[in-house]
């Protein structure tokens, strides 16, 4: 039988709200990523328990530490708090000492991937190291804001060969989304495939568009905010 394995997405850290996005609120009971790990293994199963975690490791650097080692000693830090969280406390109440110490000590052993440019690259990545360690099920944990994105890649991932086809991914989206956002903020656009769609001859046309540079977007989105405007005059 194929482990089960955990694979993190990793923030950089200079984004606004990073330490929510990692913790989360427990005075909602909202999680980030620390939480949403913790609940996975405190509800493993007996049977068939979690193995690996790998976390993701881009490229920005904070207290002489890459983003991944200073992520996991934040993680780390946080442990002793994790039963603020309202769905946490009872979970780990039923724990002893010795079983709280063995969640600590696993936190502590995320293993980090090497410094990566890209969501594309840390699933890739990240399977072939959970896969050294024989992980066939990948609980695959991101932001509420992030987890549609990191789908499709996970899917052209699958379709381009570049993850193995035994494995199993399960996207695990956390409470926590961007700062200042919500879930529905992140478009979704499909290609044209209802039968009674009309049909177009410039699909995948917004593709392109999102890989503008910064000042390109702000361009364009200055534009489509005249031309609204316009139409509502």
């Keep these: 039988m194929g482990k089960n394995g955990i694979l993190v997405h990793v923030h950089h850290l200079g984004t ?83 079983q709280f110490d063995a969640i600590r000590t696993r936190i502590a052993g995320i293993i980090p991937t090497p410094v990566l440019r890209n969501t594309h690259a840390e699933v890739r990545t990240g399977s072939a190291l959970l896969a050294e360690h024989g992980a066939t099920t990948i609980y695959e944990v991101c932001a509420a804001s992030h987890a549609p994105r990191c789908i499709q890649t996970v899917a052209q991932a699958r379709y381009d060969g570049d993850i193995p086809h035994d494995q199993l991914w399960l996207t695990v989206a956390t409470d926590m989304c961007f700062d200042g956002a919500v879930p529905d903020d992140t478009i979704i656009l499909e290609p044209s495939h209802r039968g009674d769609d009309n049909p177009h001859s410039l699909p995948h046309t917004l593709k392109p568009v999102i890989r503008m540079p910064a000042d390109r977007k702000e361009e364009l989105a200055s534009l489509i905010q005249t031309w609204l405007q316009k139409g509502a005059a």
């Excluded at 609120?25 to 199963?45: H, M, N, Y």
């Excluded at 328990?49 to 996991?72: D, F, H, K, N, Q």
């Design 16 to 98: 606004k709200g990073w330490e929510e996005l990692l913790w989360g609120d427990p005075t909602t009971d909202r999680f980030g990523s620390l939480a949403t790990v913790a609940l996975l293994l405190l509800t493993e199963s007996a049977d068939n328990p979690i193995g690996p975690i790998v976390i993701g490791c881009g490229p920005s650097e904070r207290e002489g530490l890459s983003e991944a080692a200073y992520t996991i000693q934040t993680m780390v830090q946080y442990v002793d708090r994790l039963h603020e969280f309202p769905r946490l406390a009872p979970l780990l109440k039923a724990l002893s000492p010795q």
